[in-house]
């Protein structure tokens, strides 16, 4: 019988492979052969951790580097803007290892000469994108005439826009106000979410006259709405609770969009309006309870409508905590554990798409039931119940690696009404739970 070690650690890092060489960004030589992605990302991260003014100077040059891959261009990019505050993690072993503040300076010193070029770098919004992020952070006050005239130009993308407009507001730019205005009047929807909070720090009686009216509008899109209340849940002001206290009434009169209802409630959890308080525990104890359920279904049905498909397919394919394709396959790609999902939403309604989520024992797919076996020599094997013929069993733990088992060697079994598919609700959010659950509702 095969050895089955649990892994439960949902953590993801990266192996070092063993005899790769310290990579050769800054100072060092680098053969070609080794500029694997992964070298230069250690190298770039070492670069970070290093510190020196030297070290943010080889990261600069790397960013400005044409014949280098954008997205470690944007690595680069990003790890100058983090320069002051780095995460807690390690960007590249994922392990906490905390640095501490530092001084922004040589980064902003760093940066500051390619600011110009970077902006206006051609092919894509993401080296423009996060030039102005890291201006921004980074305080690089000499940026602001640069900044002003990608702003100014219409033709450059909403994206790259909202990030200036951020950037122009943390280097206090002085046509800040007129900026916003002008832009929570355009017709670019990333653009207008990006103004619209930060008019709320700039001018919060007028952002919540502004939200009131887009709330009321039955023109405004759905995805304005929600913006309206992701704003509002930002915001602590009387104006922003007594908008909040109106539409948690709307709520409970139950003429709330579905699409918007976790859009309010999360923004009326942020309030500290004894009002809204209230008003929120008379909501939550108008939903339904199943009795000797430990998830309660109703405490998500807010996440059955309204995501966005594409944000629930990043999470699906890219998320780190959520990873559904080391089970799931969709279109051929992904592990072979749980069901293929190409299909699943012919198969089956939204309802039980979100339940797979947020409760996988509540109903077991057909043919992935699982079982439970103690062997003669006292090793446990958990998972689906793969095959089975009169001399031995195959399963298929949540680690995906198939497990033959004698029957000679079988001591006890049990069929298990657990499914092999863990419950995610701690590990994602309502919000990014609606957006998966739009996501597999167009797997058809
Ligand atoms: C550890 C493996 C594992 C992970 C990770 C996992 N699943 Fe599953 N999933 C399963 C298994 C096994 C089943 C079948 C048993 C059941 O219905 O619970 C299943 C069932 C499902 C179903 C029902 C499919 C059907 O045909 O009825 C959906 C939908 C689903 N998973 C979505 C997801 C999503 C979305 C994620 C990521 C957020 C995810 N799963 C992560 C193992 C996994």
Aim: hydrophobic share 40%.
């Amino acid at each position: 019988m095969l050895e089955v070690e649990r892994n439960d650690n949902l953590a993801v890092g990266w192996q070092l492979p063993d005899g790769t060489k310290q990579m050769p960004i800054g100072n060092t030589e680098v053969e070609e052969s080794a500029q694997s992605p992964f070298l230069i990302r250690r190298a770039l991260n070492a670069n970070f951790r290093l510190g020196g003014a030297e070290n943010a100077k080889a990261l600069a040059e790397f960013a400005g580097r044409k014949d280098a891959p954008v997205a470690q261009r944007v690595e680069a990019i990003t790890m100058l803007a983090d320069w002051a505050d780095p995460p807690l993690r390690d960007k590249i072993m994922n392990l906490v290892r905390p640095l501490g503040r530092r001084d922004p300076a040589p980064a902003g010193a760093a940066l500051k000469p390619l600011v110009s070029i970077l902006l206006n770098n051609s092919g894509g919004n993401e080296i423009p994108t996060v030039t102005a992020q890291a201006a921004g952070k980074l305080h690089i006050a000499d940026a602001i005439p640069t900044l002003q005239s990608v702003f100014d130009d219409s033709k450059r993308s909403g994206e790259v826009r909202a990030a200036v407009l951020n950037a122009l507001y943390e280097l206090k730019a002085e046509k800040i106000h007129d900026n916003v205005r002008q832009s929570m009047n355009g017709k670019d929807a990333t653009l207008k979410k990006a103004a619209s909070a930060l008019m709320a720090k700039l001018n919060p009686a007028d952002a919540v006259a502004a939200l009131k009216k887009v709330l009321a509008d039955g023109k405004a899109s759905i995805g304005e709405k929600q913006n309206a209340f992701s704003v509002l849940a930002g915001m602590k002001t009387a104006d922003s609770d007594a908008l909040i206290e109106t539409w948690m009434d709307v709520l409970l009169g139950g003429k709330v969009a579905p699409e918007i209802e976790l859009d309010l409630i999360e923004a009326a959890q942020k309030s500290e309006s004894k009002l809204v308080k209230e008003l929120l525990a008379k909501y939550n104890a108008s939903l339904p309870r199943a009795e000797h359920k430990s998830v309660q279904l109703s405490d998500y049905k807010a996440a059955l409508l309204g995501g966005d498909a594409e944000a629930g397919r990043k999470i699906f394919f890219e998320s780190a905590s959520a990873q559904c394709t080391r089970c799931h396959k969709v279109d051929g790609k992904g592990g072979d554990v749980g069901p293929e999902l190409r299909g699943v939403a012919t198969r089956e309604k939204r309802d039980y798409l979100l339940e797979s989520i947020v409760d996988p024992s509540a109903k077991i797919a057909k043919g992935f039931e699982s079982v439970a076996i103690r062997t003669s020599d006292g090793k446990m094997v958990s998972g689906i119940l793969k095959s089975e013929d009169e001399t031995k069993i195959a399963v298929m733990p949540g680690e995906g690696k198939l497990v033959e088992i004698l029957k000679s060697e079988i001591k006890t079994r049990k069929n298990q009404e657990e499914s092999t598919m863990p419950p995610l609700t701690n590990v994602l959010t309502k919000f990014e739970i609606r957006h998966l659950v739009e996501y597999l509702s167009t797997l058809k």
